[in-house]
């Protein structure tokens, strides 16, 4: 770990008094988890070589005082003061542990509706959401980084048109995410042209409101800045694996951990390109690796410190885990393989296939080795036993990815040369070395002149710094610019079948951006989540360039990338 940001990043946020190494993170992590010497030098392995990282709470809080080391949570929410103010509280010691919470408003009664306490009337859900944001606003998690939530109402919902513009001004709620939980039904309505079919009425004012009008805010939010994302209520709970406990109605706020009301989940990931041997996989290595990360997870769920007794309860009631991958494009660079191409996809579904199966595998083992989780009668895997409900699940490893000097999780490099801003308080101008590598060996491959060589180098290096892109300089073989793609190079259509590929494998969800180009039209939003709901995704969050002004990754005088996710998380929000 030699990169500045890598360095910058282990001091900020991983260091705990003493440590003054990545080696000294790696031994804390894998002495609080491991139940024998053994296992806590493999736990230790894992870690220091880069091939499994576990979340950020985890590497930040094992073996602390603190203790508490998952990322995702989802709370209850329901319609009395103290129901809200208790979720409030809640969530409030989330983020002081380093957690993310996901909340799904729906129960709250809509604005306008009687208060028979009062006598007076209430001001519906949204007014509730920027309540959660202040008290946002002023817990620092664990002293490291911000709390984020993410806000979901239904599309069924009374006030659903005040939720899909409550950001529309830049700046507000600014620590949510807001995600519309759309069913089938609502989908085949508009896919089918029925949009003047009214799909609610106010139950106070009765207003009614029309599936169109609905669909046309939600399309012009996320053409506008990228909010709402959409997550697809029934292709989440199709694949529910515990339903007897009821209906998953929200996610954590990256939306890849779809959850029940007080679960957490602990997140891992495994970098690909430490897999890579001689131009091929090492399908044995990745094997062992997984097989490692289920029963590391699988011990932090023991060994957590949980902020409140529901969330002990419900967590272990399940025993979910997310193994997920990071490093996706830089494998596929080493492997010559470009990112939007069938070839690409096709051996990522293998991939994840491979990753879910040994999960699998191991969850069962560990089932006859110490028990099945408790809610195993009646779930989706009767009669196999298993450790674990739930097992894979991709998350978009922010920090986790900076330190293992790889892509992050399943997105395409956004440029292979950018300036990266709002990372510890600072910024990095950033050059891809695998691209660097090829290019500088391309260039002076076609010029024999080293002086000259060297002139055109710079000169396209600070191309894509400024643009994101080389595919307009013509003079770079065609070979080159089809395999050097960055994420504004990529079809919206393309990054959509990218992650419908993982998730055919993944038990849980994805967090991905599909990336538009500004000239994007929002027939074209319209399209690509259409597209998303017939592929199946559980969500899906698009981003139109330049429609944000606040964001992590610049390119030239201000273009600009927000944090990959299923509904586009704070800059502050890492994995």
């Not at 519309?180 to 009214?198: K, L, W, Y």
């Not at 292709?235 to 339903?243: L, M, V």
């Not at 690909?272 to 029963?295: E, Y």
Request: hydrophobic share 40%; aromatic share 8%.
């Amino acid at each position: 770990m030699t990169g500045s940001i890598a360095s910058s990043i282990l001091a900020a946020r991983y260091l705990r008094d003493g440590e003054t190494s990545f080696a000294d993170v790696c031994r804390r992590v894998a002495a609080a988890l491991g139940r024998n010497d053994e296992e806590t030098a493999t736990f230790f392995e894992e870690m220091h070589s880069l091939r499994f990282l576990p979340n950020s709470p985890a590497l930040m809080n094992a073996g602390t005082e603190i203790g508490q080391l998952a990322a995702c949570f989802t709370l209850a929410v329901g319609d009395s003061i103290p129901e809200i103010f208790d979720a409030l509280k809640w969530g409030a010691l989330i983020h002081q542990s380093g957690g993310g919470t996901g909340y799904n408003f729906s129960s709250i009664r809509p604005n306008a509706s009687p208060v028979r306490l009062t006598e007076g009337v209430a001001s519906g859900p949204v007014s509730f959401m920027r309540i959660f944001n202040e008290a946002t606003e002023v817990i620092r998690q664990g002293g490291r980084r911000r709390g984020a939530n993410i806000g979901i109402l239904s599309v069924r919902h009374p006030d659903i048109l005040e939720f899909i513009r409550s950001k529309q001004t830049e700046g507000d709620l600014a620590n949510f995410n807001i995600s519309v939980m759309a069913d089938d039904a609502f989908m085949q309505c508009i896919s089918e042209g029925r949009r003047d079919e009214v799909w609610l009425t106010h139950p106070c004012t009765g207003m009614e409101v029309t599936a169109g009008a609905i669909w046309d805010a939600l399309v012009y939010g996320i053409w506008t800045n990228g909010e709402p994302g959409i997550l697809f209520h029934d292709e989440i709970n199709r694949h529910n694996p515990t339903p007897r406990l009821g209906k998953i109605e929200a996610t954590n706020p990256c939306g890849e951990e779809p959850l029940l009301p007080f679960e957490s989940c602990v997140l891992g990931s495994v970098n690909l390109t430490r897999f890579v041997n001689n131009g091929t996989i090492d399908d044995n290595a990745l094997r062992r690796t997984v097989a490692i990360a289920v029963r590391f997870l699988d011990s932090v769920i023991d060994v957590n410190r949980y902020p409140i007794p529901a969330i002990d309860e419900a967590t272990k009631r399940t025993r979910k885990i997310g193994i997920g991958v990071m490093g996706v494009h830089d494998l596929l660079l080493m492997l010559g393989i470009p990112y939007d191409t069938e070839e690409a996809r096709a051996l990522c579904r293998t991939l994840m296939e491979t990753i879910t199966e040994t999960a699998v595998e191991t969850s069962h083992t560990l089932a006859r080795e110490d028990g099945a989780f408790p809610a195993w009668k009646g779930s989706i895997w009767e009669p196999q036993t298993m450790r674990n409900a739930a097992l894979t699940s991709i998350a978009p490893t922010g920090s986790i990815s900076l330190l293992a000097e790889c892509s992050g999780g399943i997105e395409p490099l956004y440029s292979f040369a950018y300036t990266r801003k709002k990372t510890v308080n600072a910024e990095f101008e950033m050059l891809h070395p695998l691209f660097a590598r090829e290019l500088d060996t391309t260039v002076r491959r076609l010029l024999p002149s080293p002086e000259e060589a060297d002139r055109r180098i710079r000169e396209v290096i600070h191309h894509v710094r400024a643009t994101g892109t080389v595919q307009d300089i013509r003079w770079l073989p065609a070979s080159f610019r089809r395999l050097y793609k960055g994420a504004l190079d990529i079809s919206w259509e393309d990054h959509i079948r990218m992650q419908a590929a993982f998730q055919e494998h993944v038990h849980a969800s994805i967090s991905k951006t599909i990336n538009m180009p500004e000239r994007a039209t929002r027939d074209d939003v319209a399209a690509a989540v259409l597209l998303a709901w017939e592929s199946r995704l559980k969500g899906v969050t698009i981003y139109r360039t330049r429609s944000r002004r606040d964001v992590v990754l610049a390119l030239g005088e201000g273009e600009e990338q927000p944090w990959p996710s299923v509904c586009c998380r704070p800059p502050e929000l890492t994995r």
